[in-house]
Every structure is written in structure tokens, then in C-alpha cells.
């Protein structure tokens, strides 16, 4: 079973998540280096779905399911040796 985000917010260094189950749970934005980046207006235009979280101008889905599992941001940056 999948749990729904119903509401997101945000201070200086979390993003506090409300689920449909009744908990509440913060993550570190520093997990998620797109939101860390970003303004908090950008931040704050999001879309909620069923199973996640959307930043269209950000470029960035996070799942609710992952969020309360404790992964954050599992986007594959290439390594680039130093020249």
C-alpha cells in the first residue's frame, strides 16, 4: 500500500511532510540538493500526486514512499576526475 503526501512545507534546512496516515516526518534538504539550490518560492511550486511529490521548474519527483524509508536524492551524478 502506498501512502499520498497531504501537505509539504518547508523551513531553512527541512522539508516536513504530512502523509495521509497521520504521521509527520522531516528530511534534511540537504538530501536533496535541487530543493537546497533552489528559492523558497521555487520550492513552495509543487504539485502533489498520489504516490509523490513534483517540482516541475526544478526537475525533480520524490517519492512519499521513499521519503518516509529515509532515501534521499538517487539521482546518478557522473565523476569527473579532477584535471
Known amino acids: 500500500m502506498s501512502t499520498s503526501a ?10 516536513w511532510l504530512d502523509p495521509d496516515d497521520g504521521r509527520r516526518s522531516a528530511v534534511p534538504l540537504a538530501w536533496f540538493p535541487r530543493l537546497l539550490a ?7 511550486q509543487l504539485e502533489l500526486s498520489p504516490h509523490g ?19 534521499g536524492d538517487r539521482t546518478h551524478r557522473r565523476l569527473v576526475a579532477p584535471a
Not at 511529490?53 to 532515501?71: M, N, Q
Request: charged fraction near 35%; avoid cysteine; charge should be negative.
Open 38 to 44: 533552489a528559492t523558497p518560492e521555487r520550492r513552495n
Open 6 to 15: 497531504e501537505a509539504v512545507r518547508f523551513d531553512d534546512d527541512s522539508m
Open 53 to 71: 511529490i513534483h517540482w516541475e521548474a526544478l526537475d525533480e519527483d520524490i517519492s512519499v514512499d521513499g521519503l518516509l524509508a529515509g532515501h
